[in-house]
């Protein structure tokens, strides 16, 4: 026993011929809009005119048929007038019957031509040929059940042949040209979401690099704290000057902190379209007060390297002081009470091979040392922040028994 089985993929051969087109926008289902009003309407009142104006040639041309010949012409003819308002949903089956009728009737021309353009606008090409060619073929015996006593059988065919020929062109060309204003303003939709899409991926990237910039900051100064508050802890004996010094750093931190924790909160709550101008972002130029801070807080800090720090880029710069400000945090971290050297060196090379050397150096902490909590993620985003800036950054212990980060920036003049 066979099975006759149709899958969406493949379509029975009935649907495709008398159903709406699948390529059709409308799909010939939708509502129609007023231009298809207009549309109908004009093709109504254009079908009617025609018929009109055949009954008075075949009257004048005293060629009329017999009064049932005559009725029935009319009947279909109003009939195919009727069905125009149906057209698109079964455009090729009713090509089919005008094509057919027009084997007896005079009237009905009109109305064969709106459903030949209307194939050629709905239908595929190979479909618009293939009813063109049956109505040219369908005319000769017509002509012969009707003939024309003003044109020979040639004439008829060729005048035939040619309107026939026409009207599919120009359905075909229509059919062109609204696929192409479609797609076109497909293409316009997709470019204007996509770019969209390109301007909220910006903003998050940047949202993302402002909160990671915040990240940097808020562990120095929660590490700052850290340092503070383990001074006060373990220093019993200290002078009520000192502890009140104490106390204000940590107070002067704490709110710097807080006020960076909320910038970072409101950078990561503002809705996509907000513009909001960025904090201003340090340079190599501070890189001596990131020191002197970390001095404060009680850290035995050298730096040195003798480059020109005003002249570094602003770029390079702020990728420079951001390895050593988390430098810093990890050598109170994971190493407390150890000196820490920085050095920042290097210069501009017209050949391109200049470049910014920043180095942080602490000793290995000796013995289990309490580190403080971290995310884990500070050498992995000091590695990016280098290579995003075009360097490398290269860190792990040294055979003197330093714990050594070393980066590389380019610097041109």
């Known amino acids: 026993m066979t099975v006759n089985q149709t899958s969406p993929d493949h379509p029975s051969l009935l649907p495709a011929l008398f159903l709406a087109d699948p390529d059709d926008v409308r799909g010939g289902r939708a509502p129609r809009s007023t231009r298809d009003w207009i549309t109908d309407v004009l093709a109504f009142l254009f079908s009617v005119g025609i018929a009109v104006l055949m009954y008075w040639l075949v009257r004048y041309q005293n060629r009329a048929p017999g009064p049932a010949h005559d009725a029935l012409d009319l009947g279909?003819?109003?009939?195919?007038?009727?069905?125009?308002?149906?057209?698109?949903?079964?455009?090729?089956a009713l090509?089919?019957?005008?094509?057919?009728?027009?084997?007896?009737?005079?009237?009905?021309?009109?109305?064969?031509?709106?459903?030949?353009f209307t194939v050629a606008v709905h239908r595929r090409s190979p479909v618009a040929v293939a009813i063109a060619v049956l109505s040219i073929v369908l005319s000769v015996p017509g002509y012969l059940i009707n003939p024309d006593p003003t044109?020979?059988?040639?004439?008829?065919?060729?005048?035939?042949?040619?309107?026939?020929?026409?009207?599919?062109a120009w359905g075909m060309f229509a059919r062109?040209?609204?696929?192409?204003?479609?797609?076109?303003?497909?293409?316009?939709?997709?470019?204007?979401?996509?770019?969209?899409l390109r301007a909220d991926q910006a903003r998050r990237a940047e949202r993302a690099r402002i909160a990671r910039e915040m990240h940097d900051v808020l562990a120095h100064r929660i590490s700052l704290l850290s340092t503070y508050a383990g001074a006060l802890e373990y220093r019993k004996g200290a002078s009520p000057e000192e502890v009140a010094q104490a106390a204000g750093v940590i107070r002067a931190s704490a709110h710097r902190a807080l006020e960076d924790l909320r910038e970072v909160i409101g950078v990561l709550r503002a809705d996509a379209g907000d513009d909001a101008p960025d904090r201003p972002q340090p340079t190599a130029a501070d890189l001596p007060t990131l020191v002197e801070e970390s001095r404060r807080?009680?850290?035995?800090?050298?730096?040195?390297?003798?480059?020109?720090?005003?002249?570094?880029?602003?770029?390079?710069?702020?990728?420079?002081?951001?390895?050593?400000?988390?430098?810093?945090t990890n050598a109170r971290k994971h190493a407390p009470g150890t000196a820490v050297t920085v050095e920042v060196g290097g210069g501009p090379a017209e050949d391109g091979a200049g470049g910014l050397t920043v180095e942080v150096r602490n000793r290995m902490p000796v013995g289990g040392v309490t580190a403080l909590p971290g995310a884990g993620m500070g050498l992995v985003g000091m590695a990016e922040r280098a290579s995003l800036a075009g360097g490398t950054l290269e860190c792990g212990p040294t055979p003197d028994g330093d714990f050594s980060l070393r980066a590389w920036l380019p610097w041109s003049p």
């Open 176 to 196: 062109a040209r609204r696929q192409l204003i479609f797609s076109l303003r497909d293409r316009a939709l997709r470019a204007e979401h996509e770019q969209q």
């Open 76 to 92: 279909y003819t109003a009939v195919l007038c009727a069905a125009l308002w149906w057209r698109r949903r079964w455009p090729v």
């Open 297 to 328: 807080a009680g850290s035995r800090v050298t730096f040195g390297g003798g480059a020109d720090l005003d002249a570094v880029p602003e770029a390079v710069g702020r990728a420079a002081y951001r390895i050593v400000q988390e430098g810093l």
């Open 95 to 116: 090509a089919l019957v005008s094509a057919l009728g027009g084997l007896f009737s005079a009237y009905s021309v009109g109305a064969s031509m709106v459903y030949l």
């Open 151 to 168: 044109a020979s059988l040639p004439e008829s065919m060729a005048w035939a042949a040619g309107a026939i020929l026409v009207i599919t």
